[in-house]
């Protein structure tokens, strides 16, 4: 995005968010947020943790940022978190190839095509350098790990990674996590934190940078118990783009409520629709605009490596839709690697209505048979006929039926053990439960996209005597600042009144600006400008009615959206203004 963007201007100016170290001539895909910027941030989330933590009895948790290796090898974020990337002969630039295709030509979804086949299209379309024009035909492609790579420790033993998602530092402490659950399905767990990627070419200001915060929430659920309360929000309505529609030459937006998509088995899964509805609500609450807004089903080639389906929230910004949350079913494949990575179990168990008896399949080699036979392998060896007993109890039946052999392979090797030095046997046993692998069921949401959207989707440019205002319709319960304090005059004792109104306001524990410097028109643009909902002015007739040493009188309340201005006594103004944040009330109320 441009530094001619409105959005990026203001931002800058009025120090909502900067390229970091401009200094040093600036890093891309960091960003600082100003003291208007850290604030609105910190008011998403707030907003964030109260509906996704609290007000769905989830625990939050607050995990490193660097883990070790081993937890990205059981992840699979290794192996497989790659991007395209194309290097520019001429000015060695480097370039998301599957960007460079969607941009420049008609193919959609490149990121999911095969490396070689993108190395046709760059050919074919005889695509170039997005800086210096070159042709990149004829270019090798490589997957590039997006993961930012460190040391923990002196020396290179022990190699670790900045997390790419928070997700993993909930998945790794699972077997805690659970037990502070008491082993009770469905439980969540959410975090709002750092995650790190090292995004070949960052863009768009902050929608694709290398840090950036994100919320998720981590619901572990029995697939065949559990399922979520869809009447909450089974009357939410919203756009609905699933994968069929957009496959088909003339696919439609669907328009329905949460329960009908259900209903309809457009969203397939219940968790999934209950958090869609969910989310949509919150979104609006921040400040989306609706009419800029959808819900759009992965295609299959773009599910990521864990998701068994998924839909993401999107956006149009500038004339784009861009990726908000993605609410992902992620089955039981987190806690499955984990559980094979790692000495832990990654269970909880399940208990039965009623005890059940069950056969189980045992076995006892014999050992004196095993070691002379096999040697240094006999114990694999007897490990690996326990193993085949519990998978496939046929294989020694038949072995029995046949007075045959049980044949186990070990790194390639087969190895025959005659069945009765197995000491196969069918127990009957009485069991009260089982240990079973919950699901994982995922809404993971970007803060700083969200903040970024909020930002475009209130941006209003009006004029009010002839002058162009700017203004930022943010909603009270998310603006940096509830209430600009303006005194009309820097003097006759206007100004000791209205810092009075100020400590008041910060007591009842409102977010409050003072400003007496300029006209009163320019504060109001001022405060405008950074989306404060309310001004409060101290005139001369607050002077007039009341007594100096205490706060009797009234000022003048002023609405930012319309402008309209109302007098309100001093001493309700703490309790107004809150009520107004919270949406309580209506200035139209007033
Ligand atoms: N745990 C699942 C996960 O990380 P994701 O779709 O890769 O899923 C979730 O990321 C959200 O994080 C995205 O929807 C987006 O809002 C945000 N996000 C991802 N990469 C980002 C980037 N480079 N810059 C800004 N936000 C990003």
């Known amino acids: 995005m441009s530094e001619g963007n409105p959005i990026v201007e203001l931002a800058k100016r009025r120090g909502f968010f900067l390229q970091s170290a401009d200094a040093y001539g600036g890093v891309s895909g960091f960003y600082t947020f100003g003291p208007e910027g850290a604030a609105l941030k910190q008011n998403i989330e707030d907003t964030w943790r109260e509906r996704f933590t609290i007000q769905e009895g989830n625990m939050e948790v607050d995990a490193p940022t660097v883990m070790p290796e081993p937890v990205f090898e059981a992840s699979g974020h290794l192996e497989g978190f790659d991007d395209m990337l194309i290097e520019c002969p001429e000015c060695g630039d480097s370039h998301r190839a599957d960007h460079i295709v969607e941009d420049n030509t008609d193919l959609e979804d490149a990121e999911s095509m095969a490396i070689e086949r993108v190395e046709e299209i760059v050919a074919e379309y005889e695509l170039t350098c997005p800086t210096c024009g070159a042709g990149l035909a004829g270019q090798a492609i490589q997957q590039f790990n997006l993961m930012f790579e460190t040391n923990i420790g002196p020396g290179s033993s022990s190699p670790g990674y900045l ?4 997700a993993q530092g909930i998945f790794v402490e699972f077997p805690q996590l659970a037990e502070y659950a008491r082993n009770q399905l469905p439980f969540g767990v959410t975090q709002i934190g750092r995650a790190y990627r090292n995004e070949i070419s960052p863009r768009k200001s902050l929608l694709r940078v290398r840090e950036f915060t994100q919320a998720e929430l981590e619901l572990f659920i029995d697939p065949e118990e559990d399922e979520p309360d869809l009447e909450r929000v089974e009357d939410v309505a919203a756009p609905f783009y699933p994968a069929d529609e957009q496959q088909s030459d003339d696919g439609e937006i669907v328009e329905a409520t949460v329960g009908e998509v259900f209903e309809e088995g457009i969203v397939a899964d219940p968790w999934i629709a209950y958090y869609l509805g969910i ?13 800029r807004f959808r819900f759009r089903q992965h295609l299959p080639g773009e599910l990521a490596h864990y998701a068994a389906d998924c839909w993401d929230a999107e956006a149009e910004v500038d004339g784009d839709w861009i990726e908000l949350a993605g609410f ?7 806690l499955s690697k984990h559980a094979a990575h790692s000495e832990e179990e990654f269970t909880v168990f399940k208990q039965y209505d009623e005890p059940v008896t069950v056969e189980r399949p045992t076995v006892d080699p014999d050992m004196s048979y095993l070691g002379p036979e096999f040697g240094g392998d006999a114990a ?23 007075g045959g052999a049980v044949t186990v392979e070990i790194d390639g090797q087969a190895y025959a053990v005659p069945v009765e030095k197995t000491g196969f046997e069918i127990e009957e046993v009485t069991e009260s439960g089982e240990h079973i692998t919950p699901h994982v069921v995922e809404p993971s949401l970007g803060i700083d996209r969200a903040l970024y959207t909020v930002l475009d989707h209130s941006y209003r440019e009006d004029e009010i005597d002839g002058e162009t205002r700017r203004v930022l319709e943010l909603p009270p319960e998310v603006a940096p600042t509830t209430v600009g304090v303006f005194p009309l005059m820097d003097r006759d004792g206007l100004a000791d009144r209205a810092r009075e109104v100020v400590d008041r306001l910060r007591d009842a524990g ?16 001022r405060q405008d400008e950074v989306g404060t909902p309310f001004c409060v002015t101290v005139d001369y007739e607050t002077l007039g009615e009341g007594d100096d ?16 201005q109302k007098r309100v006594p001093i001493s309700d103004l703490a309790e107004t203004l809150t009520e107004l944040r919270d949406g309580d009330i209506e200035f139209a109320d007033l």
């Open 510 to 525: 409102l977010a409050v600006t003072y400003d007496d410097s300029g006209a009163i028109g320019r504060r109001y643009r």
């Open 328 to 334: 992902a079913y992620r089955g039981d494949y987190d």
């Open 549 to 564: 040493s205490d706060l009797e009188g009234t000022v003048t309340l002023r609405e930012r959206d319309t402008t309209e």
């Open 380 to 402: 694999a060896v007897a490990d690996a006929l326990e193993t085949l007993a519990e998978r496939d109890p046929d294989a020694f039946r038949d072995a029995q039926a046949d």
């Open 163 to 166: 997390r790419p998602e928070t």
């Open 279 to 291: 989310a949509k609500r919150w979104y609006e609450s921040i400040g989306v605009d609706m009419d």
